[in-house]
């Protein structure tokens, strides 16, 4: 037996070592960039929190559950990594007290002969072979040869994810091979439990010979196995927790991410501060958390299958971005690592792939990927590894705006209106207040502090003071508060811009300038609770405006008034026989988790009969205007409202309901397209909630948007 262990221990050695090397190959690049102080505090503070986070999303698998069947598969695989552990440990033991004694009866202490573990063992490995199985189908009837771009795979590394199936195949298999041959041997440590172990050694001869094949062959495989999961996609296993730990909670959504540099939040009051440091333009300026999403994701596809860019053909994919940026970290890694006298003698093909720019017409992501997205958040909600897409993207915008001043023409209009006029389209400030004199009651205009007998603020937004279809949802809301005796007050030509439109075009600056007069004139006045209309205002100012010192107490408009119908202090009582779809908007759904109150109203609407689209909640498909794309031209693939109204003409809707002033300018103007061309009947509209439940309770027509 002891040239057994001989052989066992020195593949080890050497498999730990290659193992080990690439590990450090691995840290050394993810710090090479700036770092991430905020990840460790928060995780340092909020201990229950992130144990949570691991009981749920890793041991509990989570987000992989929500797509059953790979879910199940997958929950079997990695519980079969972790519970099969014991086997090595086995394994091992047998290898060392075969060497010392001659005779490999080792067994865990305590636990080690108890029938339940031999019986959990054997019933992992086999579910894990279930779990094979259907990984298998799974990626056959989802082979991108097949289904070309609609397959989530399309565009992922499919040779390497064929020889991790093989390869975990290769550890079930060869350990029942060691298991039976033990049992025949009589230096199994079960006496009953194991019950495949037990059915594999009828088969088998007893033969010590084989019983140290079985056991080497194991080991040899699980070796070469971690010599290729530490170079390759799989390396999740061990970097999946960590990115869980390290990610932003509640889940990487609402809130996007200060702006650092070197670890600092940026002050732009800083006259020290280095405008060539804003956001990333190369590789190395990304943080180990960055790396930490390269290192981890798992070339699964769920991102890039609900994605609104890439299913509207666009070049758009979130899991190429990260990909993309991987590969290149990898292809410049020896060179970064390089002293600067190293490479003063490098080649031009060093220099050149050093000096390569992270965006750009010859760059490692191209312009139009960048700026297709909508930050519409279905990537980060659906990354079974907590990948944080938008992070990576607003970084990039960040210095493409700030730095390269290199962005589409277009949204500069919308950047100048932000800068002298306070809103995106450009109107006088006075025009602000301009829906009030449409209402036949009074509202109060905030001069200088909330009024003393007011609850809320009652934040218009740009959109839902000068957009004309917007105004509808405004006048409604406030009708409605009015009706609910809910006291509240306007800041009228006070209020500007949140800046959600400049800071998700990466324009940080401006976003903070605005963001800093909003939260001085709020403080002044006192104000307390909010409500907002817009799931963009509603998200900055309840997520945002806290970075920033400005805190209060946030409600979007469909929270607040499903409260007040559930008081009975909003009661809907002429019945609207209609036909109606909702449509989740994305920074109210997937960045906020509202889901249920816009539902809750409808619900209450007598004759109302509501029917989901396919995508709803949080796969709910985007209407194409986040991430400041309202201010972009959409000329690459289809338009993603045409591609959303579509889908909502599948249910034959009468009306069409959302909950956000974009969301209606944007599938309204769909709609009248598809009227014109006869796609869609002439009645249908698009409108708010709230509008529906005004209808209903003044019994009166409701105000298409
Ligand atoms: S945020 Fe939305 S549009 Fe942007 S990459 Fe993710 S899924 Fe695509
Ligand atoms: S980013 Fe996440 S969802 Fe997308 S392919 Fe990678 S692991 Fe899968």
Redesign the pocket.
């Known amino acids: 037996m002891l040239w057994v262990a001989i052989i066992g221990l020195v593949m080890t050695v050497a498999a730990l070592a290659l193992a080990a090397r690439r590990v450090l190959f691995l840290y050394k690049l993810a710090v090479i960039g700036p770092p991430a102080p905020e990840r460790i505090e928060y995780a340092r503070n909020n201990v229950g929190v992130e144990v949570k986070a691991q009981l749920v999303e890793v041991f509990g698998q989570k987000k992989l559950l929500k797509w059953t069947p790979s879910g199940v598969a997958h929950f079997f695989v990695m519980w079969a990594f972790l519970i099969l552990g014991t086997v090595y440990v086995e394994a091992y033991g047998a290898l060392i007290q075969g060497a010392i004694t001659g005779t490999p009866d080792f067994h865990i202490p305590i636990v080690g002969t108890w029938p339940v573990l031999g019986f959990l063992q054997d019933f992992i490995a086999l579910a894990c072979l279930l779990g094979l199985a259907a990984f298998t189908v799974i990626r056959i009837k989802n082979s991108p040869k097949k289904l070309g771009r609609g397959s989530r795979f399309s565009g ?1 590394h499919l040779g390497g994810a064929w020889l991790v199936l093989i390869m975990i195949f290769n550890v079930i298999w060869t350990l029942f091979l060691a298991r039976g041959a033990a049992v025949n041997t009589g230096n199994f440590p079960y006496e009953s439990g194991a019950f495949a172990s037990e059915a594999v050694a009828k088969l088998l001869p007893a033969s010590t010979l084989l019983e140290e094949i079985g056991l080497l062959l194991h080991i040899g495989v699980m070796l070469v196995f971690l010599v290729i999961v530490v170079n390759s996609k799989h390396l ?1 296993i061990f970097t999946a927790p960590l990115n869980v730990l390290f990610s932003r909670r509640p889940d990487g959504l609402g809130a996007a991410q200060e702006m650092r540099i070197d670890g600092k939040v940026v002050d732009f009051e800083d006259e020290d501060l280095d405008g060539d440091k804003l956001g990333r333009g190369k590789i190395e300026d990304t943080t180990w958390k960055g790396f930490l ?1 390269f290192y ?9 299958s609900q994605c609104p860019a890439w299913n509207t053909d666009k070049p758009l994919s ?2 190429m971005l ?1 990909l993309d940026q991987r590969d290149h970290a990898f292809a410049v890694a020896p060179y970064l690592m390089m002293s600067e006298e190293q490479r003063a003698h490098a080649g031009q093909d060093v220099l050149a792939l050093l000096e390569k720019p992270l965006v750009g017409e010859e760059g490692v992501i191209h312009p139009d990927v960048l700026w297709s997205c909508t930050n519409c958040g279905a ?1 980060v909600e ?4 907590d ?1 944080e ?1 938008i992070d990576h993207i607003l970084d990039m915008r960040r210095y493409q705006v700030m730095v390269e001043s290199n962005f589409p023409s277009e949204a500069g209009v919308m950047v100048k209106n932000l800068e002298n006029k306070g809103n995106p389209w450009g109107m006088s400030e006075m025009k602000r207040a301009d829906w009030i004199e449409e209402l036949d009651f009074e509202v109060q205009l905030i001069d200088e502090k909330m009024p003393e007998d007011t609850e809320y603020l009652f934040w218009v937004g740009c959109a839902g003071a000068l957009e004309d279809r917007a105004k509808k949802t405004t006048k409604a809301v406030a009708e409605l508060l009015h009706i609910a005796d809910v006291k509240f007050a306007v800041l009228g030509p006070m209020e500007a811009c949140t800046g959600d439109p400049a800071r998700r075009l990466g324009m940080e600056f401006l976003f903070n300038m605005l963001a800093q007069q909003n939260i001085e004139t709020l403080n002044e006045a006192g104000v307390k609770k909010i409500v907002a209309t817009c799931p963009h205002c509603f998200n900055t100012l309840a997520n945002e405006y806290p970075q920033l010192g400005g805190t209060y107490e946030v409600v979007h408009h469909t929270q607040l008034l499903a409260k007040l119908v559930d008081e009975g202090r909003l009661v809907p009582v002429t019945p609207i026989e209609e036909k109606i779809t909702y449509h989740d908007p994305c920074f109210l759904g997937r960045h906020n988790k509202v889901y249920a109150q816009p539902r809750d109203i409808m619900a209450k609407v007598p004759g109302v009969k509501t029917q989901e689209m396919h995508r709803h909640k949080d796969r709910g498909f985007c209407c194409g205007a986040g991430g400041a794309r309202m201010w972009m031209e959409e000329r690459l693939g289809k338009r993603i409202n045409t591609e959303r109204v579509d889908e909502a003409l599948t249910t034959d809707p009468d009306t069409i309901s959302t909950a956000c002033p974009f969301c209606l300018v944007m599938l309204g103007d769909s709609i009248n397209e598809k009227k014109n061309s006869g796609e869609a009947k002439e009645t249908l509209e698009v409108v708010d909630v709230s509008q529906l439940l005004i209808k209903s309770i003044k019994g009166e027509p409701v105000e298409a948007s």
């Open positions: 992922s999740h999403d981890t994701c798992t070339e699964c596809g769920r991102c890039q979130p899991k990260i990537c659906q990354c079974p590894v990948i897409h």
